[in-house]
């Protein structure tokens, strides 16, 4: 019997109907290289190792090690240590393109979701099950209370939709909270002028402190006299979550310059 270890947040899916659905979202196909990150029991590493060419499955419970093996999946590389502590530049040195579908651990779904984004060449999409809230912050737009940091991100590195809801009843052990499956397709050319790192510390030094204005985050990166003579008083009164993407492109390259 498996012991559930709640400081991974491990919560397993089984239904074969949704693992299918699952990697139906992704888009997988016999040329693919998949990879999966928290292999779980495997349920889901078994129905991508039926249609992609190629399952890297990372896993951070060496418990898990015998139950993963002793499925015996040719087309799978199980690599049993914590995904976080990989750096993606010497894991895709011998990649080609691949996507990415897992069942995300709640804990830990924005960080393993900026690292792809962040330090990635070769990502070409993430279909990953996230907490609901999570996924309605990822597809939310300017003005809702949902939109932040991680909404303006994915809209610069992508596009994302919710391709369905979880309902929590479909997990074991079952969780506090519903998910969502949703799809991020990178489009590394739709900002390719900008530069990554500025852009993110702009967009974050904007959110900084969600009440305030634009002047008074922003003055942390530039002074309120450099920002006064570049944008109008009602410009920057306003409030980064009022943003859309195209604004913080303008924002950027105004400031660029």
Do not use: H, W
């Amino acid at each position: 019997m498996f012991n559930f270890k709640k400081k991974y947040g491990q919560n397993f899916l089984s239904d074969k109907n949704l693992l299918k659905a699952i990697v139906s979202d992704s888009e997988v196909s016999k040329d693919d290289t998949v990879l999966e990150i928290g292999a779980g029991a495997g349920a889901l590493t078994q129905e991508l190792s039926s249609i992609a060419n190629k399952v890297i499955a990372f896993e951070i419970d060496a418990d898990l090690e015998e139950t993963l093996l002793s499925l015996n999946l040719k087309n799978v590389t199980f690599i049993f240590q914590d995904f976080m502590k990989v750096s993606l530049k010497d894991f895709e040195k011998d990649l080609d393109r691949y996507k990415v579908v897992a069942n995300l651990p709640y804990y830990i779904t924005t960080p393993i979701i900026f690292k792809l984004l962040e330090e990635s060449e070769k990502v070409e999409s993430l279909t990953i099950m996230v907490q609901k809230e999570v996924a309605e912050r990822i597809v939310c737009e300017a003005g809702s209370k949902d939109y932040g940091i991680l909404s303006v991100m994915i809209k610069f590195y992508g596009e994302a939709k919710i391709n369905r809801i979880v309902k929590r009843q479909m997990f074991n052990p079952m969780p506090n909270v519903d998910s969502a499956v949703v799809t991020i397709k990178i489009d590394r050319a739709k900002y390719a002028s900008i530069n990554r790192e500025k852009f993110s510390k702009l967009v974050k030094t904007a959110f900084s402190m969600r009440r305030k204005t634009l002047l008074n985050n922003l003055s942390a990166l530039f002074s309120k006299e450099i920002l006064k003579s570049k944008f109008d008083e009602k410009f920057l009164t306003r409030r980064a979550e009022s943003l859309t993407i195209d604004e913080f492109i303008n924002l950027y390259k105004i400031l660029e310059k």
